[in-house]
Structure formats: structure tokens, C-alpha cells
């Protein structure tokens, strides 16, 4: 009885190494629709809340675009005024009312490589190759309980993505960004969860919540309560403000 368990557990753990980086991407997308319905995917736009406190919640816009360019927009609102952060291409800019700006101001070279990592619809992964990028597998990992694959994602310009996928349901769990810069590194860390399918057939996580390296959460979550894939979106909300 015994040897048939350690065969089985055996088994078990070798589906879970014998695996590679494309193999674990491919699973990754036929879980949440298919790549054929995520490589029609233009644009989405998310609409929900951002959690301060019990009762106080902050209405939060993000939008990701590919077409008619490549693109990011948040606008958070808070006490009657909206914080602005938008990418454009290559260029960015992002307005603060409250720290007392009354103008944009222009993205630093270093937030809009941060920026980019978030700001495909279909996300880095899908066609990763065609895009420029390298993937490597890393192996498993525990989450909370949960087995994970570990997928390594890298940019041209040495900037990384860490994915932490579900060995299950193949849903990524956790993303951390790192941005090399000369002096320093930058770190960003984001989990997901509350999967649901879109009215396109696409699954996304409808609960994104910012935590530290230790695991810890930064702030509310970011709670959607609608996401729009492919909408018809206004390229001027882009373009940053002119001088008051």
C-alpha cells in the first residue's frame, strides 16, 4: 500500500516539473478562453472601487489598449477630485490634484518602462515571442498553501515579470514587476483573485490587491464590478491636459 502511494505521489510531482515555460502559458490561456479569443482583444476597460476603509470606497477606472495605439489610463476620484495617470506609445503623463498640481506633469523615462508591464490587453505573455520577450520556467512554489508554477518573463530592456501560476486551475495568482534601474531596483508586487468570465468569453480577475515583499497589503483592494473588452474608448482622454 505504501509503495502505491509513493508512486502516485511520484507521478503526481513529476506532472508538476515535467513541464516548460509554453507548455504552462498554453494551459494558462485555454483556462481563461483561449488565445485565439485573447489575440482579438484590443482593448479592456475595468470600472469598479478601490476599498480605503470600511464604507469608504474610491471609484477607479483602468483602461489598456493596443489599437489605434499602445496605452494605459487610471483615473482615481476621491472627495470630488480624479488622479490621472495615462501612457501613451513611448510617452506619458500623469495629473495629481492632490498634492495641490494644477497641471500634468510628464512621466519619468523610468515610470513608463513600469508602467508598460502592465499595460497589454492580452497580456505579455500571449505571443510573448512575436513581442520581443523571453520566458523561462523556474520551477514550483508554495502560495499561501497553493502549489504554483513560477514563469520568468523578460523585456528587452532587462525589466521582469514574475508570474506565479495556479497548478490547478492554471489562473495567475500572484505578479511581480522589477524594474532594473542603474543605482537601485524597483519592485512591485499584485495578487488576483475573484476569477470571472467577461461577456467577450475571456477570464479575469475581478479583485487586484497591492502587497509588499513580505505578503503584507498595501492599502484596499481594487474591487471591479464590470469589465468591458473591446468598448468603444476616446483616444483624446490620453492626450495630457493643457497648462491652467
Known amino acids: 500500500m505504501r509503495s502505491t502511494i509513493l508512486v502516485l505521489l511520484l507521478v503526481a510531482g513529476g506532472r508538476l516539473f515535467a513541464q516548460t515555460a509554453d507548455d504552462i502559458i ?3 490561456f485555454d483556462a481563461i478562453g483561449g488565445k485565439e ?4 482583444v484590443t482593448s479592456m476597460q475595468y470600472t469598479g472601487n478601490m476599498q480605503l476603509g470600511p464604507g469608504m470606497l474610491a471609484p477607479v477606472t483602468e483602461i489598456q489598449l493596443i489599437k489605434p495605439f499602445k496605452g494605459a489610463l487610471t483615473e482615481f476620484s476621491w472627495q470630488g477630485m480624479t488622479s490621472k495617470r495615462a501612457l501613451r506609445a513611448d ?13 500634468a506633469d510628464p512621466m519619468s523615462s523610468n515610470d513608463i518602462r513600469s508602467e508598460k508591464l502592465s499595460s497589454d490587453p492580452q497580456s505579455l505573455l500571449l505571443n510573448y515571442k512575436e513581442k520581443g520577450y523571453a520566458v523561462e520556467y523556474l520551477g514550483t512554489d508554495d502560495m499561501d498553501g497553493t502549489d504554483v508554477f513560477k514563469i520568468r518573463l523578460t523585456t528587452k530592456d532587462g525589466d521582469m515579470v ?3 501560476i495556479d497548478a490547478q486551475t492554471y489562473y495567475i495568482l500572484k505578479e511581480i514587476h522589477r524594474i532594473k534601474l ?13 476569477f470571472k468570465k467577461t461577456d467577450f468569453g ?4 475581478y479583485s ?7 505578503g503584507n497589503e498595501q492599502g484596499g483592494p481594487i474591487n471591479f464590478s464590470k469589465v468591458e ?13 493643457k497648462s491652467k
Open 37 to 40: 479569443k485573447w489575440a482579438r
Open 162 to 164: 514574475y508570474y506565479y
Open 202 to 205: 475571456i477570464i479575469v480577475p
Open 26 to 28: 498554453n494551459k494558462h
Open 229 to 241: 473588452v473591446n468598448g468603444a474608448l476616446d483616444p483624446t482622454a490620453f492626450d495630457k491636459p
Open 182 to 194: 542603474k543605482d537601485k531596483e524597483e519592485k512591485g508586487h499584485l495578487t488576483f483573485s475573484d
Open 208 to 214: 487586484v490587491q497591492s502587497v509588499d515583499e513580505n
Open 91 to 103: 510617452s506619458g503623463w500623469t495629473y495629481n490634484p492632490f498634492s495641490g498640481k494644477r497641471d
